[in-house]
């Protein structure tokens, strides 16, 4: 706010100190012309005021009023020059032309990053144009992307819920109309994929509501004090349970079986299952996939680190990896999910006032860093 009243203070005093040396120069000019056109011009034609009192009396108003408009249209071209400039610009960045007229070239000096005059008077102004004009840009480049990564997002999960739904009809036709006798074990089996079937179609639209709701804000979080390490080690214990996922190396290290703060527990696990969950998805079978809790008593903060040693990720995947709808992978295998995990996760964790982020390397495996802040409180009763 500060940094703001002083440069305002700044284009107030220029403007200021151009209005004044304006006004001096329309006098000093005005009193120029009209002495020269009295002591010198005048008499060369003869025109005195004894011999030519009327004509004399008409020619000196005459005069200055005509080069107070000589000069006015030169003061004004001057000042008007600019403003046009902008008029054009913003006009411009109305039809969605995000690039400043072609004639900046003329008037902008790339070696000296100046303005030339007169448009270095409106240098803060043109300065505010032109960041406008990238943030438009950007907008309309991060909107374009964004649409893609919707259209692309519609289709993948369309496929997602057209498979299962497939199986789930498959199996259910098989059960109730098909002439085969099939043993209590094969019954079962079909009775199993069709609930695990039905239970991804239930989290791609858990994850879909929980989506907007989160970006909606409607969600006011549930929080109380539990333990960290045990909820992280029951949602380990849950996602070593699936028979689908037994070659998983899950491993869980905390620096304290105990370690307390207020959270909401649902969300929590969910965060947490996201993260874990894209680690193992994204990964071939095998990896190493190391959970470590530490707790930083001096800045108040619980650490979760999500480590693997994996395939790792390009940049432009770690870029996108929290952008909603997208739904990059970095192994062959054919893409899971809705797209919406890791932005879900993203959202829980800040709805914390916490942090995440992700840090990874091809070849090099994945960490995922969380920050979460604890009351003070909270961890001197526990400790």
């Known amino acids: 706010m500060y940094?703001?009243?002083?440069?305002?203070?700044?284009?107030?005093?220029?403007?200021?100190v151009f209005f004044?040396?304006?006004?001096?120069?329309?006098?000093?000019?005005?009193?120029?012309?009209?002495?020269?056109?009295?002591?010198?011009?005048?008499?060369?034609?003869?025109?005195?005021?004894?011999?030519?009192?009327?004509?004399?009396?008409?020619?000196?108003?005459?005069?200055?009023?005509?080069?107070?408009?000589f000069f006015?249209?030169?003061?004004?071209?001057?000042?008007?020059?600019?403003?046009?400039?902008?008029?054009?610009?913003?006009?411009?960045?109305?039809?969605?032309?995000?690039?400043?007229?072609?004639?900046?070239?003329?008037?902008?000096?790339?070696k000296k990053q100046k303005w030339k005059r007169p448009y270095h008077?409106?240098?803060?102004?043109?300065?505010?144009?032109?960041?406008?004009s990238s943030r438009l840009k950007d907008s309309e480049t991060r909107r374009k992307e964004?649409?893609?990564?919707q259209k692309e997002w519609l289709e993948g999960v369309t496929h997602d819920l057209r498979t299962p739904l497939t199986y789930i009809n498959g199996y259910a036709a098989l059960l109730t109309s098909s002439p085969y006798d099939f043993t209590e074990e094969e019954k079962k089996q079909f009775l199993h994929e069709i609930e695990q079937k039905g239970g991804h179609i239930k989290e791609l639209i858990d994850d879909l509501n929980l989506s907007f709701k989160l970006t909606e804000a409607k969600i006011p979080l549930q929080k109380e004090e539990k333990n960290m390490v045990e909820l992280t080690r029951v949602l380990i214990a849950d996602i070593l349970s699936n028979p689908s996922k037994d070659q998983i190396n899950l491993t869980l290290h905390a620096e304290k079986e105990v370690i307390s703060f207020c959270y909401d527990t649902k969300l929590m696990y969910r965060a947490l299952h996201n993260l874990i969950n894209n680690a193992i998805i994204h990964n071939p079978e095998h990896t190493k996939i190391t959970?470590?809790?530490?707790?930083?008593?001096?800045?108040?903060?619980?650490?979760?680190?999500?480590?693997?040693?994996?395939?790792?990720?390009?940049?432009?995947?770690?870029?996108?990896?929290?952008?909603?709808?997208?739904?990059?992978?970095?192994?062959?295998?054919?893409?899971?999910?809705?797209?919406?995990?890791?932005?879900?996760?993203?959202n829980i964790i800040k709805a914390h006032e916490g942090k995440v982020k992700a840090e990874s390397?091809?070849?090099?495996?994945?960490?995922?860093?969380?920050?979460?802040?604890?009351?003070?409180?909270?961890?001197?009763?526990?400790s």
Do not use: C
């Not at 008077?121 to 406008?132: A, F, G, P």
């Open 20 to 69: 004044i040396l304006l006004l001096f120069s329309l006098m000093f000019s005005l009193a120029f012309i009209v002495m020269i056109t009295i002591d010198y011009l005048f008499p060369l034609i003869n025109i005195s005021t004894e011999s030519n009192q009327l004509t004399f009396e008409l020619l000196v108003p005459f005069i200055i009023v005509a080069t107070v408009i």
């Open 291 to 346: 959970v470590t809790i530490q707790m930083d008593e001096h800045f108040h903060t619980v650490h979760i680190h999500i480590k693997d040693d994996g395939v790792g990720m390009d940049k432009k995947t770690l870029d996108k990896l929290f952008v909603k709808y997208y739904r990059g992978t970095t192994t062959d295998a054919e893409k899971e999910g809705s797209g919406l995990g890791m932005t879900i996760a993203q």
């Open 121 to 132: 008077l409106y240098d803060k102004v043109l300065l505010n144009i032109s960041e406008l």
């Open 3 to 16: 940094l703001r009243r002083v440069s305002r203070l700044k284009v107030n005093i220029r403007f200021s």
């Open 72 to 110: 006015s249209f030169i003061f004004g071209w001057y000042i008007g020059k600019p403003l046009w400039f902008m008029a054009l610009w913003i006009s411009n960045l109305s039809k969605g032309q995000y690039e400043a007229p072609s004639i900046k070239q003329k008037i902008y000096n790339e």
């Open 361 to 382: 390397k091809i070849g090099m495996g994945t960490t995922i860093s969380i920050t979460l802040p604890i009351e003070p409180t909270t961890y001197e009763m526990s």
């Open 146 to 149: 964004i649409e893609a990564l």
